[in-house]
């Protein structure tokens, strides 16, 4: 049973336009969701969270959106860049300390 | 600052051989974890130490041991490796339990 689900294994961008990847839960006992980035070879690097009473965040490029009534959260990138180009995960916390992961997206952006 | 530090990088084992996989930080954080992703599927969490002296299982312990030796340093072992075990394994750490997880490079280890 997938708790966080990824459905698109891959998406395809042109740099400059906006990068949007989403993220379905089950789990409606998660606290906070998290992006993580992972370059090949290297673990992954934390990028971006939410809390579940909120339902967007903002970091520059990045931007979290949280429907906790469709139990879906998306990822925005804009304007997406070359080294945006990585496999981003999306995770569920569940309790203090288990992250529930999803099966990531690869995200490359077409210079 | 090297952060979280994994050694081996590679590794590859027959069935039944053991070894022990070390993972170190440098950031002077309270909490350690061990994960494994396997293809198509995220990182699943192995064991957690919550602070030193303590170790807790995660989804997927079985086949798995964890000590935490001191503050730093976490390591995992596997007494009898099994291909089921081919994976790659990352280790993190973050402050406290439910602070963001800063990750290792990951090792590869396959298992014959």
């Known amino acids: 049973d997938q708790q966080v689900k990824q459905n698109s294994p891959s998406l395809s961008v042109q740099e400059g336009r906006i990068s949007i990847l989403n993220c379905d839960y089950t789990n409606s006992m998660f606290d906070y969701f998290l992006w993580y980035k992972k370059y090949p070879a290297e673990g992954p690097t934390f990028l971006i969270s939410i809390s579940s009473i909120k339902d967007k965040n903002e970091d520059g490029r990045f931007t979290v959106f949280l429907n906790k009534s469709a139990k879906h959260l998306s990822l925005h990138i804009v304007p997406s860049q070359p080294g945006d180009s990585a496999v981003y995960f999306c995770a569920g916390e569940e309790g203090t300390y288990k992250y529930i992961f999803g099966t990531g997206t690869r995200l490359k952006v077409l210079a | 600052n090297a952060g979280v530090t994994q050694t081996p990088k590679f590794q590859v084992l027959k069935t039944g051989q053991s070894m022990t996989l070390q993972c170190a930080q440098d950031?002077?954080?309270?909490?350690m974890y061990w994960y494994r992703q396997d293809p198509g599927m995220g990182l699943r969490l192995i064991y957690y130490s919550a602070s030193e002296g303590t170790t807790d299982k995660g989804e997927v312990p079985n086949g798995y041991n964890v000590s935490r030796l001191n503050k730093r340093e976490f390591s995992l072992r596997l007494e009898s490796a099994a291909p089921s075990q081919t994976s790659v394994y990352f280790c993190?750490?973050?402050?406290?339990?439910?602070?963001?997880?800063?990750f290792g490079p990951g090792t590869r280890l396959t298992v014959l």
């Open positions: 950031m002077n954080h309270n909490s």
């Open positions: 993190a750490s973050s402050e406290a339990l439910a602070e963001k997880q800063f």
